[in-house]
C-alpha cells in the first residue's frame, strides 16, 4: 500500500460521514424496484456511485494525487447537477430513459441546482452561511480547474525536477498544507451532502428528518467557523 503523506484528522470526520450515507444508501434499496429503470433506480445508482467516487477522492488527498482529485471532483459536480435536475424535475422521465441507454444529459438539461435558501434550510442555518460556504468552493474549484487541461502544473506533475527526469509509470504525491486539505475535503463532501439532501427531501422521503439531521451534524463539524454566530 502507499504510504500516506497528508495524514489529518479532518479526513477522519469526512469518512465518518461517508460511513453515515452509506447506511442511508442501504436503505434507499428497499424503496427501488431494480427491475423497473425509473428516476429511483437512476438516482440509487448515482448516489451510490458519488459514495464511492468521495472515497477515491478522500484516498486521493491523502496521496497527495491534485491531478486526481481535480478528476473526481469535476465528474461529483456533474453528477451533483443531474441528481438536482432529476429531483427537481417532473418532465425528465426521458431524459432518464436516455440515461439508462448511455446517453449523457446535456449541461443545459442538469443546471438546476438546490438554491441557496434550500440549502440553509437543509442545514438549519442562515443563507449567508450557504454564500460563505459556496465561497469557498468555488475557490476550491478553481484552484484545481488547472489540473483538468495540459496547464503547466498538470504537464509537471510527474516531472522530478532535481533528478530531471518523468516518472513515466508512476504518480508524484503532493505534501498539501493543512488548510488545502481542509477545503479539498469539504469541496468532496459538499457535493455528495447536497446530493443526498436533496433526494431525501424530493424523492425518497425516508425518515428524513433523522438522516438530514445527521448530515447537518457532520457538516457543521467540517465548516465550524461558517456555521458560528
Request: a positive charge; aromatic letters at 10%; hydrophobic letters at 40%.
Given at each position: ?86 429531483c427537481?424535475?417532473?418532465h ?7 440515461w ?27 443563507t ?24 503547466y ?13 518523468f ?5 508524484k ?10 477545503s479539498?475535503?469539504?469541496l ?9 439532501g ?32
Amino acid at each position: 500500500m502507499k504510504k500516506i503523506i497528508n495524514p489529518s484528522v479532518k479526513l477522519d470526520e469526512a469518512n465518518n460521514m461517508l460511513d453515515e450515507l452509506i447506511k442511508i444508501h442501504k436503505l434507499l434499496a428497499d424503496k427501488v424496484d431494480f427491475e423497473v429503470k425509473d428516476k429511483k433506480l437512476a438516482l440509487f445508482i448515482l448516489l451510490g456511485s458519488q459514495i464511492s467516487l468521495a472515497a477515491r477522492a478522500l484516498r486521493s488527498i491523502e496521496q497527495g494525487w491534485v491531478e486526481d482529485i481535480a478528476k473526481y471532483q469535476r465528474i461529483l459536480t456533474e453528477a451533483r447537477d443531474l441528481v438536482h435536475y432529476l429531483c427537481e424535475t417532473d418532465h425528465s422521465e426521458k431524459h432518464v430513459q436516455a440515461w439508462f441507454s448511455g446517453n449523457k444529459i446535456k449541461s443545459d438539461r442538469n443546471g438546476r441546482k438546490m438554491s441557496i435558501k434550500n440549502r440553509a434550510a437543509f442545514l438549519d442555518t442562515e443563507t449567508k452561511t450557504i454564500e460563505n460556504m459556496n465561497s469557498s468552493v468555488n475557490t476550491a474549484i478553481k484552484a484545481l480547474s488547472k489540473y483538468l487541461h495540459p496547464s503547466y502544473e498538470l504537464s509537471t506533475a510527474t516531472f522530478d525536477f532535481k533528478k530531471r527526469r518523468f516518472k513515466y509509470f508512476g504518480k508524484k504525491g503532493e505534501v498539501f498544507s493543512k488548510q488545502r486539505i481542509k477545503s479539498l475535503t469539504r469541496l468532496i463532501i459538499y457535493e455528495v451532502v447536497f446530493s443526498f439532501g436533496i433526494c431525501l427531501i424530493k424523492v425518497f422521503l425516508l425518515n428524513t428528518a433523522e438522516h438530514l439531521k445527521k448530515m447537518a451534524t457532520f457538516t457543521r463539524k467540517l465548516w465550524p467557523e461558517s456555521f458560528e454566530k
